[in-house]
């Protein structure tokens, strides 16, 4: 099976359910603010108060520090495509996008958060070709691009100990923007800089980086401070980007809290830009509480009475009142919490029993519950409950041959509200996940709606163009656990999973799940 682009991408709306979200709000009244940008030029740092300095070797500590943040806040299946950055340094900066990729893949090795796609200048038009030649690098179409440039001004004056000392200033400025339309995604870009300090026309072998009222201090020896510098920068430029993408408290891993300059504005900019869309910051807090394992409603952007509950529990687990207002108190503790300890006071919560929509009259047909089919594999550890998982997988009217090139829609209905996970093993014996994804990250789905895929997801399946046999297996369980999977079966959504075969990702899911787990397996035979 291939996995294919729309270029008719479709949006999906939320209801905004403006008045309950102001219940959850509370009466709070919040002033808009932006973050300070700390994009002070020379002349401006000059004239400033001295900032302390703190010496440091690089940012490494820091980008093993996001790795676990990412991992801890949930982020996964972010998909990126970085062209050439502009280089305005006559080769100073040589070499930042082979920097960036390096960076980033230091920062997500365990979580897997990130996957950095190179090209080029014209990465538009190579996104294009590449998808037409079915290239598997551009399977999927990244959700975000990565623009960016580096610059030196160089011949500057800076204080220094006092005294005015010759430097030059590396800068480098990254935006970011959706490859749907090609918009700047709000308050994710960042500008930073490092000051190279001089002794006549060689550096002096030190530098340093502002960011936060703190200047880091770093020193290199045998006169590499240039590319020291260089990749220092792009580090904590690539700290700050992603941790604002993911919606991370990133200063946390420089040493920063809310007493520092800016922190303070950047956590009420977050505030502030969600809020001004009610169900994104509902969605984010939905997210969060369900990897906290006290959420287990869906992920859908509107008030219901499991996300009051859940609100109103962390809240006082946190030290606030026991209510469930979404507030900017509640957003700021929320970020400078130690999770860990917090879950340790609180149960996980039950999961939620399903949802039974009110009939419309005329009454439709009762459907028949759904019970396992013949070729289903139902795996219960510990005791069997009495109502037992079960899962349907099927094509929209129960197509199960296939010519070559043809699309294919699934049918996934659970037995009763479930996560669901879904696997491909293609005609090469290799095997990706598909669901959840980057367009659709909530694995919960609702057996009195189902789910179709890819539906109104911006990829395709079809049968692969070699009209051999393929295999999709899905599993089904009472709580997400795609965090607890281990590294070789939690990759990204289409990458291809360093297993050999399905039984080892079921086994993955038998030891996750720790209870009630369905498992059904359907073949695509070719006509």
């Not at 149960?347 to 009259?361: G, Y």
């Not at 219960?380 to 041959?401: E, F, Y």
């Not at 965090?483 to 899911?509: M, T």
Request: glycine share 8%.
């Amino acid at each position: 099976m291939t996995m294919l682009p729309i270029h008719a991408s479709a949006r999906l709306v939320f209801p905004l359910a403006v008045a309950a979200f102001a219940a959850l709000m509370g009466c709070t009244s919040v002033a808009p603010q932006r973050p300070a940008a700390d994009n002070q030029t020379p002349e401006r740092r000059t004239a400033a108060a001295p900032a302390p300095v703190q010496p440091i070797a690089n940012f490494s500590p820091a980008l093993r520090c996001m790795d676990t943040l990412l991992l801890d806040y949930g982020a996964r299946d972010l998909t990126v495509i970085v062209e050439d950055l502009a280089d305005q340094t006559k080769g100073t900066g040589g070499g930042a996008k082979d920097t960036l990729n390096a960076v980033v893949a230091d920062m997500t090795q365990r979580s897997r958060a990130i996957r950095l796609v190179a090209s080029g200048k014209d990465w538009g038009n190579t996104v294009n070709a590449m998808l037409a030649l079915k290239q598997e690098q551009f399977a999927v179409t990244p959700q975000y691009a990565l623009r960016g440039s580096i610059n030196l001004l160089d011949n500057q004056t800076v204080q220094r100990n006092g005294e005015n000392v010759a430097a030059s200033v590396l800068g480098i400025d990254l935006t970011m923007l959706t490859t749907q339309d090609l918009s700047v995604v709000p308050g994710i870009a960042t500008r930073n800089s490092v000051v190279l300090f001089k002794q006549g026309k060689a550096y002096d072998g030190k530098a340093e980086i502002r960011k936060f009222g703190v200047n880091f201090g770093l020193s290199a020896s045998g006169g590499d401070v240039v590319g020291h510098a260089s990749r220092a920068l792009v580090e904590l430029a690539s700290i700050e980007l992603f941790g604002r993408l993911a919606r991370v408290p990133y200063w946390t891993c420089l040493g920063m809290t809310e007493a520092h300059e800016g922190v303070a504005a950047e956590i009420q900019g977050w505030y502030d830009t969600m809020a001004s869309q009610p169900s994104e910051i509902i969605r984010y807090f939905q997210t969060q509480l369900r990897a906290r394992r006290i959420y287990e409603g869906p992920i859908d952007g509107a008030i219901n009475a499991q996300l009051k509950e859940a609100v109103a529990r962390y809240r006082e687990a946190l030290g606030l009142t026991r209510e469930n207002k979404i507030s900017l108190d509640f957003f700021k503790a929320y970020l400078a919490a130690d999770h860990r300890e917090i879950e340790g006071k609180l149960a996980p919560t039950a999961p939620a029993p399903t949802q039974v929509a009110a009939a419309p009259a005329p009454v439709p047909a009762v459907t028949a519950p759904i019970a396992p089919r013949a070729d289903t594999v139902m795996v219960v550890t510990g005791q069997a409950p009495k109502n037992q998982l079960a899962l349907r997988v099927g094509t929209v009217n129960d197509v199960r041959r296939f010519g070559r090139g043809e699309p294919v829609q699934l049918t996934i209905r659970p037995s009763r509200d479930a996560h669901v996970y879904c696997f491909l093993q293609d005609e090469t014996k290799k095997i990706i996940r598909f669901f959840p994804n980057r367009f659709q990250r909530d694995s919960r789905v609702q057996t009195a709606e189902g789910l179709t895929l890819p539906g109104s997801m911006r990829f395709e399946i079809v049968m692969n163009p070699r009209g051999l046999q393929e295999t999709i297996s899905c599993f089904a369980t009472e709580r997400d656990v795609l965090a607890q999977l281990p590294a070789g079966v939690n990759v990204g959504d289409f990458d291809p999973l360093p297993v050999a075969s399905l039984d080892q990702v079921k086994s993955a899911f038998v030891k996750a799940a720790n209870g009630a787990l369905a498992q059904e397996t359907f073949q695509l035979q070719p006509k």
